[in-house]
Every structure is written in structure tokens, then in C-alpha cells.
């Protein structure tokens, strides 16, 4: 099943929602329409069953440069700024994109082809595994502007690389070229751009294979497992383990140890 719009592209194969910015003479800086696109593709993802794996990608020499100042809510600020403007803006746009793929209920791979932006980055760094083609890179460009990170930057990095690393890329704004990203441990994987799609889809489908709800739980708990004391990170361990062994692919799992046979789970 295939959808497209100018800017978004989006199709289903093999359980797998792919979703593509589509505004290669942009370097897909991102619009609000975009952004608003690919939260909800993230929410259908979650609610479809037969959804079992995202892979986020884009056309053209980059993956995203950014989100887009010339158009939409940021460009249309008053002449005289009221209070709380910037923040609600924030929030409903740059943090919204990125906690609609921190809470994505389905594994979310970012295939990155070229340049990584500022929102771009962290789009890429919210997903749950990052490939990225030899050419990509990734760019903390908020302080070229005269910017605070946004979009869960100060956030996300601090736990991908530590602080002083962190502090390293957002203060000084360099690129990080994909090998230098992959060592640093901010990417999975980095290949040959003409194999990205392929590594991509290869990783996707063994994951839309996989027990999708305990895929998911494992998600929620790596993800809070760096905001809570150890006593909250057990107790919402065992939480997922109740609700996981309600499932049937759990029950699946068991089975076919125990009849020494490959497990066929349904996401279910």
C-alpha cells in the first residue's frame, strides 16, 4: 500500500511503514505540515496491528537540514511577542515531532541519507536504530544561529554520548561525518548510500518478524530507564513482564523453546 503527498511520502510493505520527507530542494528542511504528517503516520503506526516496524528515511542529498524558518508559525511570529509564544510553538512543534517517535508503540529505524540538522538530527537520534549512508552527517546548528537546542537535543545526547560530548557538539556547531557518529555511538551502522534502503529494509523486516509488544515494552523501559531511580525502573519492569505474558507471541516464544522449533510470532 502506497500514500503520497508533495512532501511526505508514505507506504506499507512487508509490516513495515515507511515514511519519506520528500522535499529534496529544500534538503527537507522540515514545515509544520510535515511535521504534523509524520506525527500522525507515527500515531497510525502505533494503532495498526499490522504495523510492525517504521523505517524513517528522505529523498535527495539530505535526510533533514532542519526545521523550515520561511514558512509556517515560526515565520509568521507579531511584531510584538506575547509571553509563552515561543514556548507553546516549541511544544507543539519541534517536541511534539520528537516524543510522536520516543512514543511510536512500533521499533523506528531512521535511515539517514545525507545531512542531519539541527531538528534533523534529533529526528534521526530519537529513532530507536540509526543507519546512516557514508555521506550523511550530523549537525548540532543551533549555535551558528544563535540558538538553544530544541526538539529534545540537550536531551537525547547527554544520553547517547555523555555530557562533555554532548557539550562539544552544541557548542561549537560542527558536522559529525557518519564514521565519526557511528564511533561515538550516535549511529548503529553507516554503508554504502546505494545500500542504505536495503540495510534499512533487512533490519525492519527481522524486527516486524519479531514479538511486537515486547518490543515495545523493552522500548518504554531503555527510554525511562535513565529519568527514574533503580526502584521505579524495576517496578516498571516487572509491569512490562505482567503485560507481556498476557500476549501470545510471549506465549509462542515459550513454546517453541520448549518444542526446540523457530518461534512464528504475530505481533500479537
Not at 521499533?107 to 545531512?115: L, Q
Not at 530507536?128 to 552527517?137: G, H, M, S, Y
Not at 524486527?207 to 524495576?234: C, E, F, I, Y
Amino acid at each position: 500500500m502506497t500514500e503520497a503527498s508533495d512532501t511526505v511520502l508514505h507506504r506499507t510493505a512487508g509490516n513495515v511503514s515507511w515514511i519519506t520527507l520528500n522535499r529534496p530542494e529544500a534538503m527537507n528542511a522540515l514545515t509544520w505540515d510535515q511535521r504534523d504528517r509524520v506525527i500522525a503516520l507515527l500515531a497510525d503506526a502505533s494503532a495498526d496491528p499490522d504495523v510492525r516496524a517504521v523505517v524513517v528515511t528522505a529523498t535527495g542529498k539530505g535526510f533533514c537540514a532542519g526545521a523550515d524558518l520561511r514558512g509556517g508559525p515560526a515565520a509568521a511570529q507579531p511584531a510584538e511577542r506575547v509571553a509563552g509564544d515561543v514556548a507553546r510553538m516549541i511544544r507543539l512543534g519541534a517536541q511534539r515531532l520528537i516524543t510522536a517517535v520516543l512514543d511510536c508503540e512500533k521499533p523506528v529505524i531512521a535511515a539517514v541519507n545525507g545531512t542531519a540538522a539541527g531538528i534533523g538530527a534529533h529526528l534521526a537520534l530519537a529513532c530507536d536504530l540509526v543507519i546512516a549512508a557514508e555521506e550523511a552527517r550530523f549537525i548540532e546548528v543551533f549555535v551558528r544561529r544563535g540558538l538553544v537546542p530544541d526538539g529534545g537535543g540537550a536531551y537525547l545526547l547527554p544520553r547517547l554520548i555523555g555530557p562533555q560530548k554532548a557539550k562539544e557538539l552544541i557548542f561549537f556547531g560542527d558536522a559529525v561525518p557518519a564514521a565519526e557518529a557511528e564511533r561515538l555511538g550516535l549511529v548503529n551502522k553507516v554503508v554504502p548510500a546505494p545500500e542504505l534502503e536495503a540495510a534499512a529494509r533487512e533490519w525492519a523486516e527481522r524486527l516486524a518478524q519479531g514479538p511486537t509488544r515486547a518490543l515495545a515494552l523493552a522500548k518504554q523501559l531503555v527510554n525511562a530507564s535513565l529519568d527514574g531511580d533503580r526502584a521505579a525502573a524495576l517496578a516498571a519492569e516487572a509491569t512490562a513482564q505482567e503485560i507481556n505474558m498476557g500476549t501470545a507471541d510471549a506465549n509462542e516464544g515459550v513454546a517453541s523453546f520448549v518444542e526446540r522449533r523457530t518461534p512464528k510470532y504475530t505481533g500479537r
